[in-house]
């Protein structure tokens, strides 16, 4: 999963849960592994949609790989 732009407070934020789903319609879509490259600016808005999803992944058995994450987020 790439993740591009601004993950502000003040910005949308997806499900998790949504993304979990979409990802389960997917052909070979599992692990869900995070790039954070494209991410311009961020704040706890991301943390916590990680977090959100390694909860929905660990609920769905899904391994969610993190090593494409800056050492920031890590």
Known sequence: MHLTGRW?????VP???????????LPGANPIAVDADAVSAWDSTLIGFLVALHAACAAEAIPFDTKRLPAGIQ
């Open 15 to 25: 499900s998790a849960d949504e993304v979990i789903r979409q990802a389960r319609s």
């Open 8 to 12: 502000k407070i003040d910005g949308p």
